[in-house]
């Protein structure tokens, strides 16, 4: 057996260092901490009507507490330090740690169900975090000009629109300042937040836990409900380990680390500074902080920075959609690479429509930053919970950790997310279940279209037919064998793949060369040149290529073919037909292995799907399509 390189790079990357780490970490700023960098805007107003009472020097102090608690533990500690450095290839995120964890070589069930419901609440969550966050933007110009009022919803809902609408065509070109904006946004908050601690300095006290675990004790009930809104500090934390691929370990925590949390806690305490002397805590009182004369500078930044956390979420949305598909878990859905230059610049139309109209409903029914509030946290909770137990997991089969060891540190973090889920949970009738819905609706898809996909491999079986037997067989009863080259795509791995035998029933010849290909996902992002294909001569002009891509991997047919010629295998790429089945699926009267309304969804997903030419990248006009009936 021989293997050939492809030609794609893969891997992870290289450690960077001194000005190459600045850049990347520059990079990262606008990419993976636009929603945790833009929480402020809403996280203490939040918390503050959670009370329904006075804001007491105590109460202030405990939310400080809470707050900068909250981003050491889950932020500085679970993600930073520890889920990154659980990588699967480089990569992280829900799903990657789910197929680190083994799940296409051992059915766990478990695992699977834990890893899936986790990725579908971030699609849930991804609908709101654009709303809340221009929403909480645009409503700091009601304090410099009340009349504008009337005018956030609508405003919301342009920008909104403008921004989805401008996917298509990628962000490429303006991505470049995204780095840019977001370090300018973090030194503005941070001076801000330090301005109002010279107001009053007391407030560094909060670094005390005792006076969050003091507010939680003596606030009883209310002080539990506070919960839900101080969990809105870490509500972007997930995406600091899902975007890992994209810039590395060490810029992301040398951003994090550098930046993003000292002026987030800066900002935080100025708030709380501003509070204790005084300044009322209605309206929004992020705002409170910045002088008049610069409050509508300060909403343009606030609106930028959330349009690039907006961004950050979407582009987050097309990247685990791709992995979904990769992974066999969505049907296929045509992606659209909007840039030679950056592997994540992509676009999935359904994906991005959907979410605008969604998103969009939510900015109009709930007219409010503070009524989506209850809507927001209940997804990100959840998965965070998810990514919890998929942690304590990998920290006993990754690591080798004892029991004790990994129980203690992994049930530190279910304990504190359980609590936050909770505290969220209490929403769900305030709107809580809108991301709830949605994540119920994307899980549902998952399951039946891999259900599905199941069933027809499995009515599609039958017993292989050698290779050597079939081209004897061919030789004794004369079937011609015509000039060119004929690539059979099939999810067989040996034998006489069915697309063949049906080409031969119906066209009775068969190409001089024969090639029966076979694509299979790994349970990695990307695999390595040298492991990417292996080619085989099972008989004269008849060879199997098995070729191999990580989830993070987008096949092209053509330029594997075009790879394996060094391989020996006789092919010329002008004179090639690509042969693919189609199936149609019909009921099956009798021993259906579905309930029929799963067999009509997952029968409406496969007619909807995009076409294996597009997603293989293979010439449309060298494609014959052999069409079949599946009865399931």
């Known amino acids: 057996m021989a293997t050939a390189s492809s030609g794609e790079s893969s891997g992870t990357a290289a450690p960077v260092r001194g000005t190459a780490l600045a850049l990347t970490g520059l990079g990262a700023l606008g990419v ?94 991804g609908a709101v975090t ?47 300042a995204f780095g840019p904006v977001m370090l300018l946004w973090f030194l503005c908050i941070g001076a801000l937040g330090l301005w109002g601690i010279c107001q009053d300095p007391q407030v560094l006290y909060a670094l005390n836990p005792y006076y969050g675990l003091r507010l939680l004790a003596a606030d009883g009930f209310r002080g539990f409900l506070v919960l839900g809104g101080i969990f809105l500090c870490v509500t972007g934390a997930e995406a600091l380990y899902a975007d890992m691929g994209h810039f590395g370990k060490r810029p992301i925590r040398a951003a994090w680390s550098s930046i993003v949390f000292p002026c987030l806690v800066l900002n935080y305490a100025g708030q709380c500074a501003i509070a204790l002397r005084g300044e009322p805590i209605a309206n929004n009182i992020f705002y409170r902080l910045c002088p008049a004369p610069l409050i509508v500078p300060l909403v343009v930044l606030a609106t930028m920075a959330t349009i690039i956390a ?86 006993r089969e990754i690591w080798r950790w004892s029991l004790w060891t990994s129980g203690a540190l992994a049930g530190l973090f279910v304990i504190v997310d359980a609590g936050f889920f909770t505290a969220n949970s209490l929403k769900i009738a305030d709107g809580g279940y809108v991301p ?10 998952m399951l039946i279209w891999h259900r599905g996909t199941v069933v027809v491999a499995h009515r599609l079986a039958q017993k292989p037919v050698a290779v050597p037997d079939f081209l004897a067989d061919l030789k004794a009863r004369g079937v011609p064998r ?89 092919v010329q790429l002008d004179d090639i037909t690509y042969y693919v089945g189609h199936e149609y699926i019909v009921h099956r ?44």
């Open 32 to 125: 993976v901490f636009g929603d945790i960098g833009t929480s402020p805007l809403y996280t203490l107003k939040t918390a503050f009507d959670f009370l329904h009472g006075e804001a007491t020097p105590e109460r202030i102090l405990g939310m400080l507490s809470l707050v900068f608690w909250t981003l050491t533990l889950i932020t500085s500690i679970k993600y930073v330090l520890i889920a990154m450095s659980i990588d699967n290839d480089g990569e992280g995120g829900i799903l990657a740690l789910m197929s680190l964890l083994g799940v296409k070589r051992a059915r766990r069930p478990l695992i699977v169900a834990v890893g899936l419901l986790g990725a579908a609440l971030i699609y849930g969550d």
């Open 130 to 176: 654009p709303a809340i966050s221009v929403l909480s933007a645009l409503e700091g110009l009601n304090i410099a000009a009340p009349s504008f009022h009337d005018y956030v919803v609508p405003a919301s809902v342009a920008i909104l629109a403008l921004l989805f609408a401008v996917q298509p065509f990628g962000t490429a070109r303006i991505g470049a």
């Open 310 to 395: 907006s961004q950050s979420i979407i582009t987050g949305a097309y990247s685990m959609t791709r992995q979904a598909i990769q992974l066999g878990w969505l049907p296929r859905l045509n992606i659209k690479q909007t840039s030679e230059q950056g592997y994540g610049q992509i676009y999935v139309g359904v994906v991005n429509w959907l979410l605008m109209i969604v998103t969009i409903a939510l900015t109009i029914l709930f007219h409010k930053s503070d009524n989506l509030a209850a809507a927001y946290g209940i997804a990100v909770s959840a998965t965070m919970l998810m990514t919890s137990c998929l942690l304590f997991i990998a920290m």
């Open 436 to 445: 709830l819905l949605l994540a119920a609706l994307v899980y549902g898809v």
């Open 482 to 570: 015509v000039p060119g080259t004929a690539v059979f795509l099939t999810r067989t791995t040996s034998g006489v793949p069915p697309v063949m035998k049906w080409h031969l029933q119906h066209n009775r010849a068969l190409h001089e060369r024969v090639i029966v290909l076979t694509v299979l996902t790994e349970s990695k992002p990307r695999v390595r040149p040298a492991e990417r294909m292996s080619v085989i001569q099972e008989g004269e002009n008849f060879w199997r290529i098995t070729a191999h891509y990580g989830f993070m991997e987008h096949p092209n047919i053509p330029h594997l073919l075009d790879q394996s010629r060094r391989l020996g295998c006789g």
């Open 589 to 632: 009267e009798q021993g259906a292995e579905m309930p029929v309304w799963q067999e009509e969804l997952f029968a409406a997903m496969v007619r909807n799907a995009a076409h294996v030419t597009d997603y293989f990248r293979m010439p449309s006009r060298q494609v014959v399509e052999i069409g079949r009936q599946i009865s399931i």
